[in-house]
């Protein structure tokens, strides 16, 4: 077997091999013959890392023109009848919140909404809307609340355009942070800027300012940069509530690794971009700062959820949100005995899609652009195409029946329950969970892990990454040494690492796990 290419490392300084995923994921072999078939056996050097990027790139912009070409069907201007938005699957709140919410007419989220009710969202999410209704104005948007319905149709339609960008580059920064966070291995990146569901969901909200937020900070934490990441999490948090999930996580694992400092950075980051961005409009505008807040305690089961299947079956939950909580933190709960429990300290990418994925199972809605939210986490902790089509089956099954659901095409002519949207979203969750199990068995069992290997701790790990783990219990069990046999912590000589190099070239049938 021609041997991996071989990189630096910054943290640690062990040489991190740059993963082949032609040789060493099962279904990126089987469908390499499309492209001329696996890496050879006598390759000397893989893709460049900027050939990489801008294959990866490249391809990510791709998937997000085939996204605005399939918008298309549901754009509406002067004249031009649109399709129904549920039946061509091109739902979007982007023009609706625009009108709905008084921006066409010049009201301003939160300080001023005029006659309308006030946006339902974040505050960096009304400053982003706010920042695009300005510049469509300043690009020849008409505003005002005397429009007439052309003039609100030609407005809106711009407005949408700037998103259409807006979003588009906030898409290919996910893609970048992809790229840069786990070292050694590019073309993990290639999941989420081809994946499908971005195709299918990426202009439906504004959820990838939080998505991009998320992956900024993912990076950040693994270029050792705890505060800025930290940061990062809490701009995400003031954009979508999810961010402040992985807080959790990253905290119990620095306490494992004894990495208080970086904890406190990372905590202290938080709160202070938090509270940066919520405070002057808290203060100003108290209650229209309240209603994301009253609107997420008021909503009971909706689209999506397991709640919601349950009350289309006519079985309702009492005290839905203490439920819905209660059984969070009983997750979350689980969540952190893995994290001390595991013979290894468990890395960062697997712990971040568990924790958001349980949020997402126990909460009260799940709309279907929320699939933004776990894609990148689940290319971070479990980096195989397998778990990637697992994943993206049910999500797409998902997304074609919440609009056939919404549309009424998928209730029986008899009148009956819509059975078929209630076996999409068991299908979904049952998707979702089954990557999760897998990612728990890697965690439990280290030696399944595709990320791990010979020197390879935790790539995205920052600070964490070849860390001293603390004792954990009375008898002195700890992460231990590496598969290779040298303790976390220490750096492998690259003698050692070419000798093993040498020694795989000879061995082309070793089982993946034991690399």
């Known amino acids: 077997m ?3 290419v071989v990189s630096s490392r910054p943290t640690g300084g062990v040489p991190v091999e740059q993963d082949a ?23 000397r050097a893989a893709a460049s890392p900027t050939t990489v990027r801008v294959v990866v790139l490249a391809l990510a912009v791709a998937s997000w023109v085939v996204l605005v070409l399939r918008q298309l069907p549901c754009r509406r201007l002067p004249g031009v009848e649109a399709a129904d938005r549920y039946q061509a699957m091109c739902y979007s709140d982007i023009p609706l919140l625009y009108t709905a919410r008084g921006l066409a007419d010049g009201y301003r989220p939160y300080l001023d909404a005029g006659p309308h009710p006030v946006l339902e969202y974040p505050v960096l999410t009304g400053a982003l809307l706010e920042l695009e209704r300005r ?8 505003v005002g609340p005397g429009l007439s319905g052309d003039e609100t149709l030609r407005a809106t339609d711009l407005f949408l355009g ?11 920064l996910v893609v970048l942070a992809q790229l840069g966070t786990v070292r050694g291995r590019p073309w993990d990146a290639l999941m989420v800027a081809v994946s499908p569901t971005v195709m299918a969901a990426g202009l439906i909200n504004w959820d990838l300012l939080a998505v991009a937020c998320t992956a900024l900070a993912v990076l950040a934490w693994s270029r050792s940069r705890p505060g800025w990441a930290g940061v990062l999490i ?6 979508k509530l999810y961010p402040l999930l992985l807080l959790g996580p990253l905290v119990l694992l620095c306490l494992r690794a004894r990495r208080p400092r970086a904890a406190a950075l990372l905590v202290a ?33 909706e689209f999506g959820s397991f709640w919601y299947v349950l009350a289309l079956a006519g079985i309702e939950v009492p005290g839905l949100n203490l439920v819905s909580f209660g059984l969070l933190a009983l997750l979350c709960a689980g969540i952190a005995a893995l994290v001390w429990l595991a013979p290894r300290r468990p890395r960062v990418g697997q712990l971040a899609y568990l924790v958001v994925l349980a949020f997402l199972v126990t909460g009260k809605v799940y709309s279907p652009q929320y699939v933004l939210w776990l894609l990148p986490l689940l290319v971070l902790a479990r980096p195989r195409w397998r778990e990637w089509l697992v994943f993206t089956t049910g999500e797409l099954v998902y997304f074609a029946a919440v609009w056939l659901h919404l549309g009424g095409w998928l209730a029986p002519g008899s009148g009956g329950p819509d059975v078929g949207y209630w076996l999409a979203v ?25 990320v791990r290997g ?14 001293q783990p603390a004792t954990l219990t009375a008898g002195g069990r700890g992460d231990g040494p590496r598969s290779d046999g040298v303790p976390e912590g220490e750096g492998v000589p690259i003698e050692q690492v070419l000798a093993r190099i040498e020694a795989r070239r000879h061995h082309p049938d070793r089982p993946e796990g034991s690399r």
């Open 21 to 43: 995923p032609t040789r060493a994921d099962p279904v990126a072999r089987a469908t390499s013959g499309w492209l001329g078939g696996p890496l050879g056996r006598h390759a």
């Open 454 to 467: 010979p020197g390879v701790d935790d790539p995205s790990g920052g600070v964490l990454d070849g860390s």
């Open 426 to 450: 068991l299908l979904r969750i049952g998707a979702e969970l089954w990557v999760a199990g897998v990612v728990v068995r890697d965690v439990l069992h280290p030696e399944h892990d595709p």
């Open 2 to 4: 021609p041997p991996p």
């Open 269 to 301: 980051g938080a709160t202070a971009s938090w509270l940066a961005v919520n405070l002057p409009v808290a203060v100003l505008a108290p209650d229209a700062w309240l209603a994301f807040w009253q609107f997420n305690a008021d909503r009971g089961a």
């Open 135 to 142: 510049v469509a104005v300043l690009l020849g948007a008409p």
């Open 162 to 172: 700037v998103n259409v960008v807006v979003l588009g580059a906030l898409f290919l």
């Open 234 to 239: 809490g701009l995400g948090a003031a954009a």
